[in-house]
């Protein structure tokens, strides 16, 4: 089916970025999913799809989100599939009038991904706080899972401190640095309301032991910065396989960045 222009720019945008997440090697088997809030394009046609299969209820409810529709990677599905075919490996869902179920509308019966609590929980999350992000993205980028695995790492803001260090670039377009969530079982609510939490202070979000996640206007933007950073920890990676710990730009290198970029 042909959508109008807006929708179909959203789907183009999130095949281009699960190209990317498979390039990168970020993908691996069904690795990482997508989503994207499309209500405010959501027109006429589409608002008469009819559902292709039962509600489905979910875990929690998402009030503020009620009859909003969605973009969503399937579950089971392969990155580098939803780049090369869209709709047989992603699908539109309608969240239902009372935020507690939702339905798949289009194309075909594809269940969304098992993140899916995490994203409409963080979408549900970004509406009632009025913020204007759309996009959420979850992938699993080594070098970043890496260095959750080192317990000192995962103390508030060491990372980012770490990861800023590394490049002007990482200071710069990653200006509030990566939150951290202590492993939590993936799919969980419990994981969706850590996440959460540190989305009220970072844009960024390192799940320990398994991924990142990621927000945005569009899906670009996260992408790049969970590219950023990606970039940080493979030059610190780098330079302690070079047989040293880089030594990173000093705070006062950081906080003339943050003064002349206005950070
Ligand atoms: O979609 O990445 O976290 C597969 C996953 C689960
Ligand atoms: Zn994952």
Sequence with gaps: MKYNENVENVLAQVAEVAGYLWEKGWAERN????????????????????????KIELPEPVPALCGSYFVVTGTGKRMRYVHRDIMRNASIIRISPDGGSYEIVAEEYIRPTSELPSHLLIHDYLMRS???ERAVIHTHPIELVAMTHHEPFLQKDVL???????????????P???GIVPYALPGSVLLA??????????DVVLWEKHGALAIGPDLIEPFDMIDTLSKSAKIYESACSMGFVPKGMSDEQMDELKRVFNL
């Design 31 to 54: 690795g990482g999913n997508i989503s994207y809030n499309i209500t405010e394009y959501v027109d006429e046609a589409i608002r008469a799809l009819p559902s292709l299969g039962d």
């Design 130 to 132: 009025g913020r204007s």
């Design 160 to 174: 980012s401190k770490l990861l800023w260090s590394m490049i002007p670039e990482t200071r710069a377009f990653c």
């Design 176 to 178: 509030k640095g990566v």
């Design 193 to 202: 309301q850590e996440t959460i939490k540190q989305l009220g202070e970072y």
